[in-house]
């Protein structure tokens, strides 16, 4: 079965740093996608950025980008320059190729940006 | 463009009761969703559709029944409620079966006494 696994609960980090938020996964398949959403105070979730695993160039959109190490089944996510709307919880998402409809998610990391 | 819509959005309900939570999505995705949130724990699937008249289990099923009778509305519905069940649900849609991004409404809280 496809697990995802986010080791850290809760994070902080100073306005205009970098906070790096970690994810891993387990498939036994090679076509997959990845995925990390947002979810604000608001509870809307949005997603920010999608890593398709048989492209090798790491998915970048912004000031957000992800670190994917397939052979090491690891997903982290790169906020860099982090503003005070960066507030959220974030969840790392996985769904296989092979059509089973299905996104597994992460239990979420919660950051906090401290001005 | 409303995307996906859930009603009601708060509900506290006595053990026992039922009721239902309507998405609805005006986007004409295939693929829709209903996920409970629980701290702790992420988004777990409960039920799930991959086009009009289908509907599939998840994760979390139990306790718990959908139906899908128009391409736009997937209904996620408790007969017996019970405080286990005290959670947000979210409803989510999708274009694609694997590619496309996960639209989500703005959850719904519900509370069983």
């Known amino acids: 079965a496809q697990t995802v696994t986010q080791s850290q609960p809760e994070m902080s980090v100073q306005e205009a740093e970098t906070v790096t938020l970690s994810c891993t996964y387990d498939?036994?398949?090679?076509?997959?996608?990845l995925f990390w959403y947002k979810q604000p105070p608001s509870r809307q979730m949005i997603l920010v950025i999608r890593?398709?695993?048989?492209?090798?160039q790491n998915a970048t959109e912004n000031r957000f980008s992800v670190n994917f190490q397939k052979a090491a089944k690891s997903f982290s996510l790169k906020i860099s320059d982090s503003q005070l709307g960066d507030t959220a919880m974030y969840f790392c998402?996985?769904?296989?190729?092979?059509?089973?409809?299905?996104?597994?998610f992460g239990t979420g990391t919660r950051l906090k940006v401290l001005a | 463009n409303a995307g996906v819509t859930q009603t009601p959005k708060f509900r506290v309900l006595k053990t026992g009761q039922s009721m239902t939570l309507l998405c609805a999505q005006d986007m004409n995705h295939e693929y829709m969703y209903w996920y409970r949130q629980d701290p702790g724990m992420g988004l777990r699937l409960i039920h799930y559709s991959v086009g009009e008249g289908t509907t599939a289990k998840g994760e979390v099923p139990d306790g718990y029944n959908v139906s899908r009778l128009k391409k736009q509305n997937f209904l996620l519905g408790l007969e017996s409620a019970a405080p286990s069940q005290t959670s947000v649900y979210f409803c989510?849609?999708?274009?694609?079966?694997?590619?496309?991004?996960?639209?989500f409404g703005e959850g719904s809280r519900l509370t069983v006494l």
């Open positions: 498939t036994s398949e090679n076509n997959y996608y």
């Open positions: 890593q398709e695993a048989y492209k090798q």
């Open positions: 989510a849609s999708s274009r694609l079966a694997v590619t496309g991004e996960l639209f």
């Open positions: 998402a996985f769904i296989g190729g092979s059509g089973t409809y299905k996104y597994i």
